[in-house]
């Protein structure tokens, strides 16, 4: 059973930073590709970031690209952060990790879900 819990979520005046965590258990991740989401009140889960299997490639939705990085841990490979830096109001959303069966970075097609930890940004 895969289970993945996010971490680091919390209230932050807009410009300040955050660094999200999610541990991954249940399996081993070396070839897995890894990547966050997030969601709105009211609106759509959207992605936020992916990267792939040996961190060599990520891939960044547009209003995230710049200010968000995501790494993993390049041992083990089952931690995946994302680092937020100039944080505006409309990134607070529910922010989920998720791992996929596939190897590359992508928006699509993930098979395993956090519960989500909450980031809130103030103005």
């Known amino acids: 059973q895969v289970h993945l819990v996010e971490s680091g979520g919390g209230l932050v005046q807009a410009g300040g930073s955050l660094r999200l965590s999610c541990v991954a258990s249940?399996?081993?991740?070396?070839?897995?590709?890894m990547g966050w989401f997030r969601q709105a009140p009211g609106k759509e889960r959207e992605f936020v970031a992916a990267i792939n299997w040996n961190n060599l490639n990520s891939y960044y939705a547009d209003s995230v690209k710049d200010r968000f990085t995501i790494d993993r841990d390049s041992a083990a490979k089952n931690t995946v952060y994302l680092q937020m830096n100039s944080l505006k109001p409309g990134d607070t959303a529910l922010y989920y990790c998720?791992?996929?069966?596939?190897?590359?970075?992508?928006?699509?097609?993930?098979?395993?879900w956090g519960q989500g930890t909450q980031v809130t940004v103030s103005s």
């Open positions: 249940g399996r081993t991740f070396g070839g897995y590709g």
């Open positions: 998720a791992v996929r069966v596939g190897s590359g970075a992508t928006a699509l097609a993930y098979d395993y």
